[in-house]
């Protein structure tokens, strides 16, 4: 090793940590911020420095108890027991119990009072506090209680240290909750041969640590050297701020759709049956409506919905109006549809905005949560997030909406796709799709799709064609970050350290 390389690059805490040990061989934690003059911090800090260096020994040699001050006891160190203050208040004036009761906080006044009564350091007298001879000649220093707290509150304090009638005082403040007693590793620190060798070539020096402009208009660092700084010394894992990778995922996916030109929308958790399902031909004796299946609202318990419409999908319910078909021929309840529900998808929003009666060709997304009463399982989660997407336009057909999701999931990285035909109430025809997980060697169904039924459609006045997808945003992020369990996507059972090991930009497999 260069000793003098390595004197010249060492901080000057450790310079102070190696002149200390340089004269006394072995000495504790506690032993050096005495000697040095340095904080426990500080000199914890120089330990990790030097022993990465090699400069020193840093070895266990038994448990010490250590009294620290609370957070209440750091206060009371700084402004004084309850018992002095109140004291100091009463010092040149008697005042009222009620009076001193609001100058005081409840605990410290209850605290207080009784105990300056049973030392006899206050007279109470109709309802008056006066302060007694013993009262004034206990102001003139501070008690033992106050002294202990404030030498605690520069450093922690061995028990071994202290007298027995000092260790009173201890469970005094103890029982008060105003100190602990922590048991604690003691720290046996020897300089090593190469520490006492690079000991005898450092001096403690007036260096430069930070240069201001005052030094700089000054002039006075021309005749002062700068401190060095060791850009490989060890230094604590931090865990800055960042991004969700989840969150991520959505700005990815926000990108492509809005570089298609896709309009953004968005919606309310909570909405009516009427806009979740009624609106969209499900009859109201489906499954998906039962208590099994959807999360409805205590209170309120019901919302409005548009008479206009209702009216029109009341029809559409019983008869099928002028859509061509016979409708659910089922009885249809408006109050039923007036329950309100955690909206179990987003296509609710899709019809939302479908009723704006906006001029075709348009088109809108959304990337936004849904709540469905599902069994947790590797590929399931009761709130997660949903991919909506529609396009209105004359001459879509079925394969456009293939095209799309091909296209949408190409640039996500999803290569291998299948496209399996599934019975939707609100579209027809409808798709599944399905992509590859490698990790897992499954299919995974990733969203659902289809070209929205007349029955939908005409009660806005809409009759060009009309496709749209509701895909899982949680699946996807599986396969681009290659996890196996949604529960590490979203959820109070996701692995932190996970998150953190993820890259922060998401990279879309080639």
């Given at each position: 090793?260069?000793?003098?390389?390595?004197?010249?690059?060492?901080?000057?805490?450790?310079?102070r940590?190696?002149?200390?040990?340089?004269?006394k061989?072995?000495?504790s934690l506690?032993?050096?911020a005495?000697?040095?003059?340095?904080?426990?911090?500080?000199?914890?800090r120089?330990?990790?420095?030097?022993?990465?260096?090699r400069?020193?020994?840093?070895?266990?040699?038994?448990l010490?108890?250590?009294?620290?001050?609370?957070?209440?006891?750091?206060?009371?160190?700084?402004?004084?027991?309850?018992?002095?203050?109140?004291?100091?208040?009463?010092?040149?004036?008697?005042?009222?119990?009620?009076?001193l009761?609001?100058?005081?906080?409840?605990?410290?006044?209850?605290?207080?009072?009784?105990?300056?009564?049973?030392?006899?350091?206050?007279?109470?007298?109709?309802?008056?506090v006066?302060?007694?001879?013993?009262?004034v000649?206990?102001?003139?220093?501070d008690s033992?209680?106050q002294?202990?707290?404030i030498?605690?509150?520069?450093?922690?304090?061995?028990?071994?240290?202290?007298?027995?009638?000092?260790?009173?005082?201890?469970?005094?403040?103890?029982?008060?909750?105003?100190?602990?007693?922590?048991?604690?590793?003691?720290?046996?620190?020897?300089?090593?041969?190469?520490?006492?060798e690079?000991?005898?070539?450092?001096?403690?020096?007036?260096?430069?640590?930070?240069?201001?402009?005052?030094?700089?208009?000054?002039?006075?660092?021309?005749n002062?050297?700068f401190?060095?700084?060791d850009?490989?010394?060890?230094?604590?894992?931090?865990?800055?701020?960042?991004?969700?990778?989840?969150?991520?995922?959505?700005?990815?996916?926000?990108s492509?759709?809005?570089?298609?030109?896709?309009?953004?929308?968005?919606?309310?958790?909570?909405?009516?049956?009427?806009?979740?399902?009624?609106?969209?031909?499900?009859p109201?004796?489906?499954?998906?409506?039962?208590?099994?299946?959807?999360?409805?609202l205590?209170y309120?318990?019901?919302g409005?919905?548009?008479?206009?419409y209702?009216?029109?999908?009341?029809?559409?319910?019983?008869?099928?109006?002028?859509s061509?078909?016979?409708?659910?021929?089922?009885?249809?309840d408006?109050?039923?549809?007036?329950?309100?529900i955690?909206?179990?998808?987003?296509?609710?929003?899709?019809?939302?905005?479908?009723a704006?009666?906006?001029?075709?060709?348009?088109?809108?997304?959304?990337?936004?949560?849904?709540f469905?009463?599902?069994?947790?399982?590797?590929k399931?989660?009761?709130?997660?997030?949903?991919?909506?997407?529609?396009?209105?336009?004359?001459?879509?057909?079925?394969?456009?909406?293939?095209?799309c999701?091909?296209?949408?999931?190409?640039?996500?990285?999803?290569?291998?796709?299948?496209?399996?035909?599934?019975?939707?109430p609100?579209?027809?025809?409808?798709?599944?799709?399905?992509?590859?997980f490698?990790n897992?060697?499954?299919?995974?169904?990733?969203?659902?799709?289809?070209?929205f039924?007349?029955?939908?459609?005409?009660?806005f006045?809409?009759?060009?064609?009309?496709i749209?997808?509701?895909?899982?945003?949680?699946r996807?992020?599986m396969?681009?970050?290659?996890?196996?369990?949604?529960?590490?996507c979203?959820?109070?059972?996701?692995?932190?350290?996970?998150?953190?090991?993820?890259?922060?930009?998401?990279?879309?497999k080639?």
């Open positions: 090793m260069d000793q003098s390389g390595v004197a010249n690059r060492l901080h000057e805490l450790e310079v940590i190696l002149l200390s040990l340089k004269d061989r072995v000495q506690i032993d050096l005495r000697n040095t003059g340095l904080n426990e911090d500080a000199v914890r120089a330990l990790l420095w030097l022993e990465s260096k400069l020193i020994d840093v070895a266990d040699s038994g010490v108890q250590l009294i620290n001050p609370t957070s209440t006891g750091r206060e009371c160190a700084t402004k004084g027991l309850p018992e002095r203050r109140l004291l100091e208040l009463i010092k040149n004036n008697p005042m009222s119990l009620n009076e009761s609001k100058r005081l906080t409840k605990d410290e006044f209850n605290v207080s009072l009784g105990l300056v009564k049973r030392q006899g350091l206050i007279s109470l007298s109709n309802n008056q006066k302060i007694t001879s013993l009262g000649e206990s102001l003139k220093k033992p209680e002294e202990l707290l030498k605690a509150l520069k450093k922690p304090i061995d028990m071994e240290d202290l007298n027995q009638s000092i260790k009173n005082v201890v469970d005094n403040l103890k029982e008060r909750g105003l100190i602990t007693v922590d048991l604690n590793k003691i720290k046996s620190i020897k300089i090593t041969t190469e520490g006492l690079v000991s005898k070539q450092v001096k403690i020096k007036d260096l430069i640590r930070q240069l201001t402009p005052d030094i700089i208009q000054s002039k006075s660092w021309e002062k050297s401190s060095s700084y850009v490989l010394a060890p230094v604590p894992r931090t865990f800055p701020g960042r991004k969700h990778f989840l969150y991520q995922v959505m700005e990815m996916i926000k492509f759709f809005t570089e298609m030109g896709f309009t953004e929308m968005r919606s309310n958790y909570v909405d009516s049956c009427f806009w979740n399902y009624d609106v969209m031909f499900f109201q004796d489906h499954p998906d409506r039962s208590i099994m299946d959807t999360f409805y205590k309120p318990l019901t409005k919905v548009p008479v206009d209702a009216s029109i999908i009341k029809k559409v319910q019983e008869t099928g109006w002028i061509g078909s016979k409708g659910r021929r089922l009885k249809w408006v109050n039923e549809s007036k329950k309100l955690l909206r179990c998808h987003t296509t609710q929003t899709s019809f939302r905005y479908l704006k009666k906006l001029k075709p060709p348009y088109k809108f997304f959304s990337v936004d949560r849904v469905r009463n599902e069994t947790v399982d590797y399931h989660l009761p709130e997660f997030h949903q991919v909506e997407g529609f396009i209105v336009d004359e001459g879509l057909n079925f394969s456009n909406l293939l095209g999701l091909k296209e949408f999931y190409n640039k996500m990285g999803v290569k291998q796709l299948r496209f399996k035909p599934t019975y939707n609100y579209t027809e025809p409808s798709s599944e799709v399905f992509g590859y490698p897992l060697g499954k299919w995974i169904e990733l969203g659902n799709s289809g070209v039924r007349p029955e939908v459609l005409l009660p006045g809409i009759k060009s064609p009309v749209a997808w509701g895909l899982a945003l949680e996807l992020a396969f681009v970050y290659d996890i196996d369990d949604i529960r590490q979203l959820g109070h059972t996701v692995d932190f350290n996970q998150i953190r090991s993820k890259e922060l930009l998401v990279k879309v080639k």
